[in-house]
């Protein structure tokens, strides 16, 4: 994340966790769904929960570097 238009850690972090945030309500919405409604849930919860993890892998990856 060295290119200039690249986000900060901070706000990767934050995007991070506003993404697991979303990721955790339409998980909570499963309970309630039919199966064609949960499995589209589902898969939605898995790329939210894809996305977090890069962002905050990435982070820990530039804040290692700055050491």
């Keep these: 994340m060295n290119h200039p238009t690249s986000i900060t850690t ?32 589902n898969q939605a919860v898995a790329l939210l929960t894809d996305t977090s993890r890069s962002l905050v892998e990435d982070s820990l990856r530039d804040m290692e570097s700055q050491r």
């Design 10 to 41: 901070y706000q990767a972090l934050q995007r991070a966790s506003q993404l697991l945030d979303t990721a955790a309500v339409l998980a909570a919405e499963t309970g309630d769904a039919n199966q064609k409604v949960c499995r589209a849930l």
